[in-house]
């Protein structure tokens, strides 16, 4: 299984990024896709998953973030806007998918750095 995630990278508060990635191996059926993320010190949370047509976001990018899949290309992205300090952290990509057992899989991360 391999996650490949890319978009992160210093910006600007107020500025936009999208993030990618793109998933193949042992992964089908995908159940969902989704991204993380870890800021220094804190424990890695949920910042938004897409399965089938029902999407979910964390209270503090909703309003300010887009997450789409493309089933054709096994590729989620998640387009965030007006970004904030707090933003600050390790994304990690995430797929849960497989059979006959359904697993978790994890990409390596990528950084994403706000600055005030």
Not at 11 to 29: K, T
Not at 36 to 43: H, S, V
Request: glycine fraction near 14%; charge should be positive.
């Amino acid at each position: 299984v391999q996650l490949q995630a890319s978009g992160g990278g210093l910006v600007q508060a107020g500025g936009s990024l999208r993030l990618s990635c793109a998933a193949s191996g042992s992964i089908f059926p995908i159940n969902r896709m989704g991204w993380y993320r870890q800021a220094p010190g804190k424990q890695r949370e949920l910042v938004s998953i897409i399965s089938g047509g029902t999407t979910t976001y964390a209270d503090s990018v909703k309003g300010r973030s887009t997450i789409s899949r493309d089933g054709t290309k096994n590729t989620v992205d998640l387009q965030m806007n007006r970004l904030k300090p707090e933003d600050t952290a390790v994304y990690y990509c995430t797929v849960r998918g497989g059979y006959p057992g359904v697993m978790d899989h994890w990409g390596k991360g990528t950084l994403v750095t706000v600055s005030s």
